[in-house]
């Protein structure tokens, strides 16, 4: 099963290519590698070779700060929907390292969990499971415009007077 | 109490449709079962061994009459004419139709209720003190901040899928009647040498098949930081917490297995990180939401005292009643009254849809509109004037709502059990039931005094058998019901978890050995005045394993 990718607007072709610990790293393109083989080999790439690491769960993105500002991808694997560590990773890449590139949710990526990680970063999403790509290309947005805590996604506006609670800047309470 | 705005309003009703659409989903098959269970969950809907159930919040135990009318017409259209309120200041239904529970959750949404959060892995309805903003010893009310924390932790977009469920309580008062120490986060509020509000912070605090007390990570947290301490325990939890087992799961082994300091360590780290942002709560904002608990107004009369005290000489039963039910009001001539879910021979906790009407007329009659659920199961009527009682109890009277066992033996918090939980071991409605029975007397009650007997029907706790000063727990041995008695277990402000007496009981002998116990314990106390605990403390387990097991 290939995962499609989605960014905000639809679905668009990936650019990246996975690559796992065994496969050998080619002269040129643009690759999605493990975080531990990316940190050994981000140092000296070759010109025509991007790297992107994939954060596991239990992986620490602390040990990217010092790759990030050259970095235009982090993709963040969630093995179970259920387990939650990704958000708290891409979290950490936008709010405490300032990443700014794209930060790609890959996995088991499911239709009602997109709204919350979209809200703590992630901007980009690797779709694998079928009704979650139907429902997306039917324009099925499940989010509630409305949120109770501050959160990383750019644009959000306080809404009311509560100093925790959001909305996103373009959505009225109709 | 708290009213929603526009925006809550907004938000509680968008939530339902969101939900009727995970629903029609799930029913076109576009969602598994596994994709659908935590959506439901987080929208507090379980499937029970004869049907789903369905746990609505009431947050922080609070809620008024026009809610209890609402709870009663839900009792009646979807279910079976009952609800049963919950250790977690909940009502769950047990009968309704997962095809209706969209409907059901619009009505509520009408009166400001939800069942967002009470169930799944996420940051569960937070609890608070049953007599917040009434009781004599309260230092401040703890509900505005409940309620701030419950808004915050409302699909928290990083903490929905934890590694578990994680329960936050809070108190106001330094007796602790909302039982912190026994949850993922403790909050006690205090007030400093120059009156700054803060809270003492307990973390890791859990029941289930590993009970442990909380731990104090901090002696005051300013209340500007509340938000951002919470977000930096969180945090460090749903990165650290263990997910290879369900049982391991909870904070509790994580402060276990990490050590209290170098957690604590962790969540100082993560705080210093993030306090001082956004997070940080203006004091204009704690106003505001402190101004919807303001107390009502309360209209001091003289004599009041006169009329009850008259009223008491010229019938027992309201005596019984004054001298159990009634609890120590901060105003004159006001009371906190106990309505008790748990007459004898009764499931613990359940409430009829007429009974639901007539605490609702009370309330809005006698008692500012103003209704709590405890964690005890029983419903409160926080503001009542004392001068009312005798009206109030003879209402209560006529609706079988006027057991006068506040807080004495047959005040038994019990969990549903084998009788509708697909989890039990064994039964545990049943057992409470029967020892109610044996301890029907009013007089033998009294003279026995403050005892609290809990009842689980199978190691998850529920029904906080750890924390009962007499916990039973039941467990299948050889396809039969067996029940282990645990002793001197307490979830006040001296928090103990109880020990295991000896070899179990079946369901047929539980009841007499509970007996025993609460026998060799009136026999050994020193004084009336010495309760369970105290004497349980001063002597030990001995003379109750020979009162149980025989000298040998
Ligand atoms: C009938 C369906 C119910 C199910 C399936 C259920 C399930 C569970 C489970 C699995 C646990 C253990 C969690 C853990 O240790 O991590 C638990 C704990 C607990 N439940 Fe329930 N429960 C049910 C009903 C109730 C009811 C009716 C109450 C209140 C009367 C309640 C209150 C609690 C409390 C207070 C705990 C202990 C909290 C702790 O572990 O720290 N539950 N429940
Ligand atoms: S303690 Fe066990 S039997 Fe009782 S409600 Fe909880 S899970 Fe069910």
Redesign the pocket.
């Known amino acids: 099963m290939t995962a499609r990718l989605y960014r905000a607007g639809g679905f668009v072709a990936d650019e990246w290519t996975h690559l796992d610990d065994e496969a050998e790293l080619p002269a040129q393109g643009a690759f999605v590698v493990p975080l531990a083989r990316f940190l050994e080999q981000a140092a000296d790439l070759p010109q025509g070779l991007r790297l992107a690491p994939l954060v596991k769960a239990g992986d620490d993105p602390a040990s990217l700060a010092g790759h990030l500002a050259a970095l235009e991808l982090v993709v963040v694997d969630f093995a179970k929907f259920s387990d939650g560590r990704g958000y708290s990773t891409a979290r950490l890449l936008r709010q405490r390292y300032g990443f700014a590139g794209e930060v790609r949710a890959s996995g088991d990526v499911l239709l009602d969990q997109i709204p919350l990680m979209r809200r703590v970063g992630f901007d980009a999403f690797a779709v694998v499971n079928e009704p979650t790509i139907r429902a997306l290309e039917a324009g099925h947005d499940v989010d509630v415009p409305l949120y109770l805590q501050p959160a990383e996604r750019a644009g959000e506006v306080p809404a009311g007077a509560r100093s925790w609670a959001r909305r996103p800047a373009d959505a009225q309470l109709s | 109490m708290y009213r929603y705005d526009e925006f809550d309003a907004h938000f509680v009703s968008a939530r339902v449709d969101q939900f009727r659409d995970q629903v029609q989903r799930r029913l076109a098959g576009d969602l598994t079962e596994d994709q659908f269970k935590p959506l439901r969950l987080m929208n507090g809907v379980?499937l029970?061994l004869h049907a789903y159930?369905l746990?609505i919040a009431i947050p922080y135990g609070t809620l008024n009459a026009r809610q209890m009318r609402r709870l009663a017409h839900v009792a009646r259209t979807y279910d079976r004419g009952y609800g049963?309120?919950?250790?977690?200041q909940?009502i769950?239904f047990?009968w309704p139709r997962l095809k209706d529970i969209p409907d059901i959750l619009s009505q509520l949404a009408e009166v400001e209720m939800h069942a967002i959060q009470t169930s799944g892995n996420c940051i569960r309805n937070v609890t608070a003190d049953h007599f917040s903003g009434a009781a004599a010893d309260e230092i401040l009310d703890p509900r505005p901040y409940a309620e701030i924390l419950r808004q915050w932790s409302s699909l928290h977009p990083e903490f929905s899928y934890l590694p578990?469920?994680f329960?936050i309580a809070v108190t106001g008062a330094p007796h602790d009647r909302a039982a912190v120490q026994?949850?993922?986060i403790g909050l006690q509020a205090v007030r400093d040498a120059d009156g700054n509000v803060g809270f003492r912070v307990f973390v890791g605090?859990?029941?289930?098949?590993?009970?442990m007390v909380g731990r104090l990570v901090r002696e005051f947290l300013p209340e500007a930081d509340l938000l951002a301490y919470s977000e930096a325990i969180l945090r460090v939890y749903n990165r650290y917490g263990r997910r290879d087992n369900?049982?391991k799961?909870?904070i509790?082994i994580l402060v276990h297995e990490t050590g209290l300091e170098e957690l604590k360590a962790d969540i100082e780290a993560e705080f210093a990180e993030i306090r001082d942002g956004v997070l940080t709560l203006p004091a204009s904002e704690i106003e505001r939401i402190t101004a919807y608990f303001a107390p009502p107004a309360f209209d001091v009369a003289v004599g009041d005292e006169a009329v009850l005290e008259a009223a008491i000489a010229a019938d027992p039963q309201l005596e019984a009643f004054a001298a159990r039910n009634v609890h120590p009001h901060r105003a004159p001539g006001y009371a906190s009254l106990t309505i008790s879910l748990k007459p004898i021979g009764k499931a613990p906790?359940d409430a009829t849809a007429e009974q639901m009407e007539v605490v609702a007329d009370l309330a809005e009659r006698y008692g500012h509109d103003e209704i709590r659920v405890s964690?005890e199961?029983n419903l409160v009527l926080p503001h009542v004037r004392r001068r009312d009682i005798p009206a109030i109890h003879a209402a209560l009277a006529e609706a079988g709502l006027a057991e006068a066992n506040a807080g004495l033996v047959t005040d038994i918090?019990?969990?549903?059990g084998l009788d509708?939980?697909?989890?039990?071991t064994a039964r545990s409605i049943p057992v409470a039931q029967r020892i109610s029975e044996r301890f029907a007397s009013p007089e033998r009650q009294r003279e026995i005094g403050d005892l609290k007997i809990k009842i689980s029907g199978c190691i998850?706790?529920?029904?906080?058998h750890h924390v009962g000063h007499i916990g039973i727990l039941g467990v299948e041995k050889k396809g039969e019901e067996y029940y282990q008695i645990t002793l001197g277990g307490s979830a006040d402000e001296n928090t103990s978890v109880g020990e295991i007496i000896g070899r179990g009981f079946s369901y047929d002998e539980v009841v007499d050995a509970i007996e025993k116990v609460v026998d060799t314990y009136v026999g050994l106390r020193e004084t009336p005045q010495e309760d369970f605990l105290a004497a349980y403390r001063r002597v030990g387990d001995q003379p109750f394993k020979e009162a149980l097991y025989g000298t040998a």
């Open positions: 379980y029970q159930m746990r049963h309120f919950t250790t977690r909940n769950q047990n578990r469920k329960k026994v949850h993922d605090g859990g029941l289930g098949r590993t009970p369900k049982y799961a909870r509790k906790g964690h199961q918090i019990a969990c549903p509708y939980c697909a989890l039990a998850n706790a529920c029904g906080h």
